[in-house]
């Protein structure tokens, strides 16, 4: 599988809003799962949110809800992470994440944590 390459990460103020970006090429088929994730210094590896592509279906962490939008462009084979409203505690290394091996949507959200592909990750920074 080719790599996955994340992008867009900046240093933003409190209130502002990003799009990070997730090359994803040979990933977007079927029963894949992908989504991102983010670790803050200190802290340990936490999810984003995820999205099963055969069906569209998308899972948010509570901490980012009505905040974070994930969203496809399977022309470009790319994954996007719009945030908005952003606050200081979403500074982190933010990392998008896929796996063709988990089998069911349901999994998606609570498996993708030990996925077999990971990129290098985008940092974001947040000035209050």
């Known amino acids: 599988q080719a790599p996955l390459v994340e992008s867009g990460g900046d240093s933003v103020e409190a209130g502002g809003s990003l799009r990070l970006s997730c090359v994803a090429s040979?990933?977007?088929?079927?029963?894949?799962?992908v989504g991102w994730f983010r670790q803050a210094p200190g802290k340990t590896r936490e999810g984003v949110g995820t999205?099963?592509?055969?069906?569209?279906?998308?899972q948010y962490s509570d901490a980012v809800k009505g905040r974070f939008t994930i969203s496809l462009d399977n022309a470009k084979d790319t994954l996007h992470l719009q945030i908005n409203s952003l606050v200081p505690e979403d500074a982190a290394m933010y990392y998008c994440?896929?796996?063709?091996?988990?089998?069911?949507?349901?999994?998606?959200?609570?498996?993708?944590?030990?996925?077999?592909?990971w990129g290098q990750g985008t940092q974001i920074t947040v000035s209050s």
């Open positions: 994440a896929a796996d063709p091996a988990l089998g069911s949507s349901d999994y998606c959200s609570v498996r993708l944590n030990s996925a077999s592909y």
């Open positions: 999205i099963w592509i055969d069906d569209g279906d998308t």
């Open positions: 040979g990933y977007g088929y079927g029963s894949t799962c």
